[in-house]
């Protein structure tokens, strides 16, 4: 094997949730790699607008609010093909986190969770088959996590955990139901990540020595880390590869 089995020159990604953290870690490592990118989030980073530019990649921000309004995810596919021409990598990357207790957790803070984390993601693959099957195949990536595994441990999370083990069985499931037209569908299922997300946990004295401590590792990971993941899933390299959810977290869920 070569390393042009992880080139991914020519090819259109479209990255939601990219503007920061893992989804722009990935942008990154498929900028590198020699992809195009739309890069999609509530707001148009300028952070990472800089980030790309001062390293030599082109990309586009479209903004879209995947949570609250459902026709955002067609609309962002369709812009996504009216500036690139085409799509072929889908990376479904935003997402939020809500910790609490099960029995004082209210149904508005249910649907949030749910309606980004697992609506939304169903709503973006169902967007983007269409163009995948015109151009003969392509690939979706899901972001997932252990959390969609194991219950870790020690802050509650049922919401949460709930959604991520839905964003896994739904790229199971898809990926069987479209191998035959040469679409791969796979999951990233990252630990304890080094973002925006996960820094009040790290800052947590209660929390993060038992993150800690049940990570063989010792350490959180990077998103550097997951996303050199994400580039062999999306590459030619991981080519006989669907419906898998590879996990990314220092050994956590050996544990």
Known sequence: MTLK????????ALITGGTRGIGLAIAHAF????????????????????????????????????????????????????????????????????????????????RRIMSLNVDAVFRVCRAALPELRRSG????????????????????????????AAVHMMTKSLASEVAAENIRVNAIAPGYIETDMSRGGIANPDWFPIWRNQTPMGRVGQPEEVASAAL???????????????????????R
């Open 137 to 164: 195949g392509g690939t979706i990536l899901n972001i997932g996590s252990i959390s969609g595994i194991v219950s870790n441990i020690p802050q509650n999370q049922v919401a949460y955990n709930s959604s991520k």
């Open 31 to 110: 900028a590198e790699a020699g992809a195009r990118l739309v890069l999609s989030g509530r707001t148009l980073g300028e952070e990472a607008a800089d980030s790309l530019s001062d390293a030599g990649h082109k990309v586009d921000f479209v903004a879209a609010d995947l949570a609250d309004d459902m026709g955002a995810a067609d609309r962002l596919v369709a812009e996504t093909i009216a500036r690139t021409g085409k799509l072929d990598i889908l990376v479904n990357n935003a997402g939020i986190a809500i910790h609490g207790d099960s029995g004082d957790f209210d149904d508005e803070r249910w």
């Open 232 to 254: 062999f899933l999306c590459s030619p390299a991981a080519s006989y590869i669907t419906g898998e959810i590879l996990v990314v977290d220092g050994g956590y869920t050996t």
């Open 5 to 12: 089995k992880f080139r991914l020159d020519g090819r259109v």
